[in-house]
């Protein structure tokens, strides 16, 4: 935790202090660094279109592979396990040899500089670990209640919705911060599809930004604080549940 911390003492500090004691607290702490890096930077800008892009993404992630993990694991049909195999095989395509067919088929559609040509590689990136994550939970549910619940007049539908989602916090909690903060993080896709700056995302902004701001090394440490944060909030809400996720199929009985 001390290098967030040391980047966090040094975000609101002059130049001269971070430089003259890198390890001391600020004699006043600089707001401006904040404000210039959010308003000047257009680093505000770039953080509402990270959120919008990333969460849109990790909530459709979860409804889609939900829903997918479901039918695999829990509807009886000759083809479950092949499917999830192809699911699987996703997982070993490397996301950027992808750059160049998608940006071809994008600009084809006309969807380049839009959100959604971020958001649709981002989701079909994340299914395949999503889907592989959820469906081991779901085979592991009682059958049992299962049953109780079909005889007491339940739909499939109903018992996924009513039941089995609901119960399924903890590993849609680790899906989510997991894909959360790689689509948070990842650069690339973003630098390439969509090059208006009024929709560009954070990664590709401070990568601008630190052109832009090379020798004002503090307000670089808050364009840095400002990115962070939201993966750092995100974990510390849902740790409890990512950890109970990673240890649900440890004890039986």
């Known amino acids: 935790l001390y290098p967030l911390f040391w980047l966090l003492i040094n975000s609101v500090k002059t130049n001269s202090e971070l430089f003259g004691d890198p390890w001391g607290f600020a004699s006043s702490i600089q707001i401006n660094n904040y404000v210039t890096a959010w308003v000047s930077g257009k680093i505000g800008i770039s953080f509402f279109n990270s959120s919008l892009v990333s969460i849109s993404s990790v909530i459709i992630t979860i409804f889609l592979s939900s829903a997918a993990a479901f039918a695999i694991s829990r509807l009886k049909w000759k083809l479950s396990s092949f499917v999830l195999s192809l699911f699987l095989l996703g997982i070993m395509i490397p996301i950027h040899s992808t750059l160049i067919p998608l940006f071809t088929m994008f600009n084809k559609i006309g969807i380049i500089n839009r959100y959604i040509a971020l958001i649709l590689p981002y989701v079909a990136f994340a299914l395949p670990t999503s889907i592989f994550i959820l469906s081991g939970f779901m085979k592991t549910f009682p059958s049992e209640i299962e049953e109780a619940v079909i005889i007491d007049g339940c739909s499939m539908a109903g018992f996924f919705w009513r039941i089995l989602f609901p119960l399924s916090k903890s590993p849609i909690a680790t899906i989510s ?53 939201p993966s750092i909030t995100a974990y510390i809400f849902l740790n409890d549940k990512i950890i109970e996720s990673i240890t649900v199929g440890s004890v039986k009985g």
Do not use: C, H
């Not at 896709?189 to 590709?204: E, G, M, Q, R």
């Open 177 to 229: 911060i997991f894909n959360f903060v790689g689509m948070w993080n990842e650069l690339m896709f973003a630098l390439i599809f969509l090059s208006d700056p009024n929709k560009t995302t954070l990664p590709v902004s401070l990568t601008r930004f630190k052109g832009q701001y090379s020798t004002n090394w503090t307000v670089q440490l808050a364009a840095v604080v400002t990115m962070i944060i």
